[in-house]
């Protein structure tokens, strides 16, 4: 630009080797006659352009814009080539985790930080015989190539969209309209295929270099289960301000890491009504990680699997709280999604008095084990008798569970293949176990259609058919 050619011609101006060189190019133009003003030019990469572009963005168009914190910070983490040091480069490549991190290396990792190249088209818009002025120049495209080889144009290639339109703001108002095409030529199908080559190769390569990093050398698990599930919500329950407390229970033959978390609870939730019912939505992430390790092969009967206990309470503003239910929850056996639905009850007292407890000082009664909603972790006996231990039928909570296995037995090459099934029963009896489960609801499901029947039919034909029996 104009502009350029007259800061460039004095050496003082010059700051970097970029500069200087543009003061040489400048003073063979003189020497060779001259330049000739154009209407359009191009900024390229590492110009002061280019650098106070990047840096001076501004969201809005007002001239008392103050840009925020968040801008100020942001506005230092450049997307640009960066100048790293051959040390810092090495071990980054020996080392795929930064224990103790730099300021530098927390400032240049904060964003995806791609080394990008940017160019500005631009246009001198200023009126005939006044060109070179800098308020005249208008950026009429960005193109942007970074590492990776993409290539951003901005804007978009013009097509059938019609032309941009400048305004000019001045005594004449004048409006400019351009066009942006792309007239690069067709690859041909021999390069093509040669450049799909050469990628396959830099990717393989690639890889075979990951591997060497990471090394083969791992204790593959026989299986592991990998649950992911949301405590959606609770409904149905006698007071407000409701929350979960959940914990796993292992049975034999089952672990997770050292780490793992087996138990939570979630936020306190007030309900809102929905339909006929008071709904309290938590949406709590919790995530496990178990792994299954087969005994004995000559041992019979199917695995246990892992099963959620939960129980739950309600807290008022005078932080009484109150059990408003217990249940318990059997991990699925199959990976995918599943929303579940778990009926809770409590244990109740007979007589006002327990109810009048409840009401005004909170408090009821608990189960000291809560693995009695099931089978207690403590009973060893062949018979549980429950008989006189008065309940009482409450809410409902609604699990939304994601659940990932992985074994070895799962790999589907020939040679497995025919072993696969016997593999799984070992391993812990995933198909026993899920068709056992099909069975099991195909009883249900055939029984409550033998209800649905039997209530259709009329009540004096049910009648006679019983005295007949």
């Avoid at 030019?41 to 110009?47: L, N, S």
């Avoid at 969201?59 to 040390?87: C, F, G, K, W």
């Avoid at 099963?307 to 309600?314: D, G, P, T």
Wanted: glycine share 6%; charged share 25%.
């Amino acid at each position: 630009s104009q502009f350029e050619v007259d800061l460039y011609q004095n050496e003082s101006a010059c700051q970097t080797p970029l500069d200087r060189q543009y003061h040489e190019e400048i003073l063979k133009l003189e020497k060779a006659g001259g330049r000739k003003n154009c209407r359009i030019f191009t900024y390229t990469d590492h110009d002061r352009f280019t650098n106070l572009e990047e840096h001076c963005q501004k969201v809005t168009d007002s001239d008392h814009e103050v840009p925020s914190y968040l801008a100020e910070r942001m506005a230092n983490v450049r997307r640009r080539r960066q100048d790293r040091r051959p040390i810092e480069a090495s071990s980054l490549k020996s080392k795929i985790i930064t224990w103790e991190p730099s300021e530098e290396f927390i400032k240049n990792n904060h964003v995806i930080n791609t080394p990008v190249q940017t160019m500005y088209i631009m246009g001198d818009l200023g009126p005939y015989g006044k060109l070179g002025h800098r308020e005249y120049e208008h950026v009429l495209c960005t193109i942007k190539v970074d590492g990776n080889g993409v290539i951003t144009v901005k804007p978009d290639f013009t097509g059938t969209k019609g032309a941009y339109r400048i305004e000019l703001d001045g005594e004449k108002q004048e409006v400019w309209k351009y066009t942006i095409e792309n007239v690069s030529v067709q690859v041909q199908p021999e390069e093509e295929e040669r450049e799909r080559r050469v990628f396959r190769d830099l990717y393989g390569r690639h890889k075979e270099y990951l591997s060497g990093l990471v090394g083969s050398e791992f204790e593959m698990k026989a299986a592991e289960a990998h649950s992911l599930f949301f405590s959606v919500s609770a409904q149905g329950y006698e007071y407000d301000n409701l929350y979960v407390h959940f914990f796993l229970e292992l049975p034999n033959q089952w672990s997770s890491p050292a780490f793992q978390q087996l138990s939570g609870v979630t936020q306190t939730c007030a309900t809102k009504t929905v339909g006929w019912d008071d709904v309290a939505y938590f949406c709590y992430p919790f995530t496990l990680e178990m792994i299954f390790t087969p005994g004995d092969e000559s041992e019979d009967g199917l695995p246990q699997w892992p099963v959620l206990y939960f129980e739950v309470l309600s807290l008022d503003f005078w932080q009484r709280y109150r059990v408003e239910g217990y249940g318990s929850l059997v991990l699925p056996a199959s990976p995918g999604l599943h929303m579940l639905t778990i009926p809770t009850w409590r244990p109740v007292k007979l007589g006002t008095v327990a109810e009048l407890r409840r009401f005004f000082i909170g408090g009821s009664p608990e189960l000291e084990d809560l693995t009695y909603v099931r089978i207690p972790s403590t009973f060893k006996g062949e018979r549980l008798s429950r008989f006189g231990f008065r309940t009482e039928t409450t809410g409902s909570v609604t699990f939304r569970l994601y659940c990932l296995q992985q074994s070895r037995a799962f790999l589907e090459t020939s040679a497995l293949r025919k072993h696969r099934q016997s593999v799984l029963d070992r391993l812990g009896g995933f198909s026993q176990q899920s068709s056992v489960y099909d069975v099991l609801e195909a009883f249900q499901r055939a029984r409550r259609r033998m209800q649905e029947a039997r209530e259709s039919l009329p009540q004096d034909l049910i009648s006679t058919s019983a005295s007949t029996v």
